[in-house]
């Protein structure tokens, strides 16, 4: 029995990963290591992007992409998303849960 308790509490096991194809580093549920363990999922309805971003515990969180350019807005939910550039990645933090997404910029039209 002491066996099973000790398997079970070992931290030495890599933390689990969001099912997905597509995967980007985040810190949630308390954690503050960045990790590669979220997975994103995109949904377009009426030309309007929407990233599903599921964490490896079952929950997820929705953003909208803002097509101002101005990164990602909470889709659901009271408390705002706090966003910056950093490294040339979108850094995003909502409540104690933080998200790195890869960033996609627009070319500007030659004149």
């Known amino acids: 029995m002491t066996f099973l308790l000790a398997a079970c509490s070992s931290s030495s096991q890599p933390p689990p990963v969001a099912a997905g194809d597509e995967h ?6 308390g954690s503050a290591r ?8 995109r949904s377009e309805q009426g030309g309007k ?3 599903i971003v599921h964490h ?3 929950a997820f969180r929705r953003f909208d992409v803002m097509t101002d350019g101005s990164g990602l807005a909470v889709t659901d939910g009271a408390e705002p998303a ?5 490294d ?3 850094d995003v933090t ?12 627009k070319a500007h039209a030659a004149h």
């Open 82 to 86: 706090q966003t910056k550039l950093v």
């Open 94 to 105: 909502v409540g104690a849960d933080r998200y790195v997404f890869p960033v996609t910029t």
């Open 34 to 41: 960045l990790a590669e363990v979220c997975s994103v999922e």
């Open 56 to 58: 490896p515990d079952g």
């Open 49 to 51: 992007l929407t990233l």
């Open 88 to 90: 040339g990645k979108l």
């Open 24 to 29: 980007i580093a985040c810190a949630v549920a």
